[in-house]
């Protein structure tokens, strides 16, 4: 996915635009001064220019979290969030604002991402008004422009969310994520709450805007087809770790960690007989507490191949193969 823009010419399109480097969040958790929930572990991993990168796991795993910490909804626990070279992971909210131009976010919900005081066209013209630099006349102008080009019209502009189809919502979503011309947009499962004609339809807006402005996507789903049609490279996070990352081809194709395939193989297959000869494949078991997690590796309490070591030795994320990096002892 990409893009031939001007944004993303030969010079920038290998260059690193986010790096995520030992990203951890701890939130308090109730019952006590000391108990924490371990969100997101220590977690890294870069994106260059036009390009996509997927996160997948289980609900509860931290991938939103991570997007949250990354343009700072969250201030991260520790570790640090790098955005075209420049540390941003403690600069003060106020100082934020230049920022804000380069990376968007679209959330999951797009009723509740919504203001639902405030009309479509003010929705999607908080973002230039907040960088103060264009005019009321520029504004006007590039709301239109941007609605026309999400699939919208003028007579959008003074609805108010409840009066949009959850389709509609998140095309203001986007629209509202794209006004300033991001270079990053975290798509945070941007199609879950739609239906499944409607998912296509925002799939190649994103897709579209991409190959036109040379956006960088990091794709939040738990739709593992949707996300290897969608991306470049797919992370797998379990229990806030990052577990396995790699090209999106050769993890479908070739996955290593125990969790990644028990994922894959958890996918619904459409013909039953084939369905009803895998039903003991998947991932059995309850994920362990985020307040207590287990020593060792994290997914050694469900794991089939689980090894002495795995019960006391956090794995370290290794390249296993040219480009594919796994958190696993055993390979």
Request: aromatic share 4%; charged share 20%.
């Amino acid at each position: 996915m990409r893009s031939e823009s001007t944004r993303a010419n030969a010079k920038e399109s290998d260059a690193p635009l986010l790096q995520v480097r030992g990203l951890t969040h701890h939130f308090p958790a109730r019952g006590g001064r000391h108990r924490i929930v371990h969100a997101l572990e220590n977690v890294s991993f870069t994106l260059t220019h036009g390009r996509t990168l997927g996160l997948v796991g289980e609900s509860g795993c931290g991938k939103s979290t991570c997007a949250r910490c990354i343009v700072r909804i969250l201030n991260p626990s520790a570790g640090q969030v790098l955005l075209d070279g420049q540390d941003i992971t403690h600069i003060p909210q106020k100082r934020l604002l230049p920022v804000r131009r380069k990376m968007q976010m679209v959330f999951q919900d797009p009723y509740t991402a919504l203001n639902a005081r405030m009309t479509v066209r003010d929705i999607v013209a908080e973002p230039l008004r907040a960088q103060r630099s264009y005019s009321s006349g520029e504004t006007r102008e590039m709301v239109g422009e941007m609605l026309s080009r999400v699939g919208l019209t003028r007579e959008h502009e003074n609805r108010y969310a409840h009066e949009l189809s959850g389709g509609q919502r998140q095309r203001v979503g986007i629209a509202r994520a794209l006004i300033l011309k991001p270079a990053l947009v975290l798509c945070d499962e941007p199609i879950s709450a739609l239906d499944v004609s409607i998912q296509a339809q925002v799939i190649n807006l994103l897709r579209d805007f991409q190959q036109e402005l040379g956006l960088a996507y990091l794709f939040i789903a738990h739709d593992l087809s949707m996300v290897r049609y969608v991306s470049d490279s797919v992370g797998v996070m379990y229990m806030g770790e990052l577990v396995e990352l790699s090209d999106g081809g050769d993890l479908y194709t070739r996955p290593l960690h125990p969790y990644t395939q028990g994922l894959l193989e958890s996918i619904p297959i459409p013909n039953p007989r084939v369905a009803r000869e895998n039903t003991a494949r998947g991932l059995t078991g309850d994920i362990a507490s985020p307040i207590d997690p287990p020593p060792g590796c994290r997914f050694h309490t469900r794991c089939p191949r689980a090894a002495a070591r795995c019960k006391s030795e956090p794995p370290l994320l290794k390249e296993a193969a040219p480009g594919h990096w796994t958190a696993c002892h055993l390979v």
